[in-house]
């Protein structure tokens, strides 16, 4: 008997499934199944009761042993599936909605549990990116993908991501994000509602092109390091791979603009806290990429939660210590009545973006020790990575194309003149309007954020689709700037597109995003934008770009930054002019 109702549970609960074309989205299904197995718990609680009786001791013992092993298996048996019943109601409660709507968006067909991580499964970060383009391909620009129990709606439709961007509604940021907030916290770029509204309105001031124009001494002085080091290479002539060393001159410049400290990462770059940098950036990458380790829970028990609990001792710890020691600065001073911008003789002292939120308030309150490390550390992830993936793809691009070389070091020329230690202002930067367009059309190819997502947190309909509560929305600028209908001839690197007299009015502004649009657009762009004109005007300045010796396969690994997978080979030559 028991046998019996035990293969109709197998029969029952694999039934539903198998009849359903569309088993994920197939929310009747999950309900049918549900009331088979509540069905067959019935028919199991009934037969408890069946026994026979017989006159022989022996005999009865025996059955008496049977009758109990049976009643124990069945309770068992109604136990599980008891569990199971409770654990599909709780999946349709949860997923009740995704599960429908889901199955509305095209995507490729997704099992229980697993959704579409089998087609995920062995693949390289690399391959991964590239099978993300072969589905927009195939289900058109938006489509829906599950990653185990996790729905993401991938959007490549311009008309979609303008409504996306331009609404104050969609401000909450998808799930990635949760990897990089034990080192950023609640800082601008994971914030969401009242907090993200009040830090963002003091922040924006910060970067002011008044208060930029302090940093561009920086961005020279670093450039100036990046050069020398650079002179090696020049002289061997060797291909090399210029992203690691980028980064660390983008680490630089970042952790002076932000906390007015050198940690020179360039002439040092096995301090613990560049070190520390390079882990956390390191872990972030594995648990995007990581099916287990993607959930809290399962992280929580990993090695990696140590080497990262390790890394954000060293730097919560740095920033903290800076943060006390300029709030003291800052509070001797005003005892004192000196303004604590004021070097001893008297002269104006450059403000780290740090000083700023020291004398920021919200509400008529001073923020705390812990907003303002929240705030820097965002600084120091925003603004070291993107840069570095920005820079190092522009030479690359110079590199690959020397008649664009040639015209922006013709325009920087003109700009600056031939004395190569004359260092550039913030008016020169203003005035290389070539390149801008070569800036441009490098974030076009190589967006350093390829991707970015929003969490919606109700139903949405945009554009006749429903986004369902709970997903993940995510828009690629990546896969925006390589599509043909949007840019003709898109693999030809060719800064004039965006020049205006062909650019202008004629293409959606949605369509290229690479600093987002809208309330939650990048802050630091022109922060950004003058850092990337500072450095490789520096570099063009002094030297030759060249494409590597061996020609090499651009693949890309897509994580909160675009990287090279590997590397960004060049070659420089001293320039002679
Ligand atoms: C080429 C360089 C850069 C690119 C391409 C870039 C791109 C972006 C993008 C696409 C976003 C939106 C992300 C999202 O919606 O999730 C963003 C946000 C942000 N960026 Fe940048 N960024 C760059 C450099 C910088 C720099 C240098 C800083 C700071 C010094 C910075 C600070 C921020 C901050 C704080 C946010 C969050 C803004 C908010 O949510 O209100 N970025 N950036």
């Excluded at 000196?338 to 008297?346: A, L």
């Excluded at 500072?534 to 300045?541: E, N």
């Amino acid at each position: 008997m028991f046998q019996f109702a035990a293969r109709k549970h197998v029969l029952w609960t694999v039934a539903p499934f198998g009849s359903s074309p569309y088993v994920w989205d197939a929310f009747d299904c999950v309900r049918r199944w549900a009331n088979w197995i509540l069905f067959g718990l019935i028919i199991d609680i009934q037969c408890v009761g069946v026994h026979r009786q017989s006159d022989d001791n022996a005999q009865q013992q025996q059955q008496k042993q049977q009758q109990q092993a049976t009643m124990l298996t069945m309770i068992v048996a109604s136990v599980l599936a008891l569990l199971l019943s409770i654990a599909i109601w709780w999946t349709v409660a949860n997923f009740g909605s995704a599960l429908r709507y889901a199955g509305k968006l095209g995507g490729p067909r997704a099992y229980p549990l697993v959704g579409n991580g089998l087609l995920f499964i062995n693949k390289t970060p690399a391959e991964f990116l590239q099978l993300l383009g072969r589905l927009i391909v195939q289900y058109g620009k938006c489509l829906r993908v599950w990653l185990g129990t996790q729905l993401i709606v991938l959007v490549t439709d311009p008309k979609d991501i303008e409504v996306l961007l331009s609404s104050p509604k969609y401000i909450d940021k998808s799930s990635e994000y949760d990897f990089i907030r034990p080192w950023l916290g609640e800082g601008l770029l994971i914030s969401s509602g009242r907090k993200w509204q009040t830090h963002r309105k003091i922040i924006t001031p910060t970067f002011h092109f008044k208060i930029l124009e302090q940093f561009v001494e920086i961005f020279d002085q670093q450039g100036h390091t990046f050069v020398d080091i650079l002179r090696l290479f020049a002289k061997s002539g060797e291909t090399f791979d210029v992203f690691p060393l980028v980064t660390l001159c983008a680490l630089d410049v970042i952790c002076e603009s932000a906390m007015g400290t050198k940690v020179n990462a360039q002439m040092n770059s096995e301090s613990d806290y560049v070190k520390a940098v390079k882990e956390i950036t390191n872990l972030i990458q594995l648990r995007i990429y990581d099916f287990v380790i993607r959930y809290e829970f399962f992280f929580r028990f990993s090695a990696n939660r140590r080497r990262q609990r390790k890394a954000l001792a060293i730097l919560h710890g740095y920033t903290d210590s800076v943060i006390r020691a300029r709030r003291q600065e800052l509070n001797e001073g005003l005892a004192k009545g000196k303004d604590d911008h004021e070097d001893s003789v008297g002269m104006k002292k450059r403000m780290a973006f740090l000083d700023m939120l020291l004398q920021a308030t919200v509400d008529g309150r001073p923020l705390t020790d812990r907003e303002i490390r929240e705030e820097v550390d965002t600084f120091m992830f925003e603004g070291h990575d993107t840069t570095t993936s920005a820079i190092s793809f522009m030479l690359l691009s110079l590199a690959k194309n020397p008649e664009v070389q040639q015209r922006a070091f013709n325009e920087v020329r003109n700009i600056v003149g031939d004395d190569r230690k004359q260092p550039v202002t913030m008016t020169m930067l203003n005035d290389m309007h070539y390149m801008d367009l070569v800036i441009k059309e490098t974030l076009r190819l190589y967006p350093s954020v390829p991707l970015f997502g929003r969490k919606m947190l109700q139903n949405t309909e945009i554009n006749g689709k429903i986004f369902p509560a709970g997903s993940n929305v995510v828009m690629l600028p990546f896969f925006l700037g390589r599509d043909a209908d949007l840019f003709p001839n898109p693999e030809k690197f060719d800064p004039e597109r965006f020049s205006v007299e062909t650019s202008a009015e004629k293409t959606n502004p949605y369509q290229y995003v690479p600093f987002s649009a809208g309330p939650r657009n990048c802050i630091g762009q022109k922060f950004a934008v003058a850092e990337l004109k500072s450095l490789v005007s520096k570099v063009l300045r002094n030297y030759e770009l060249l494409p590597p010796e061996e020609p090499h396969e651009e693949t890309f690994i897509a994580e909160l930054i675009l990287r090279p997978e590997h590397g960004v080979p060049i070659r420089v030559k001293p320039r002679v002019y």
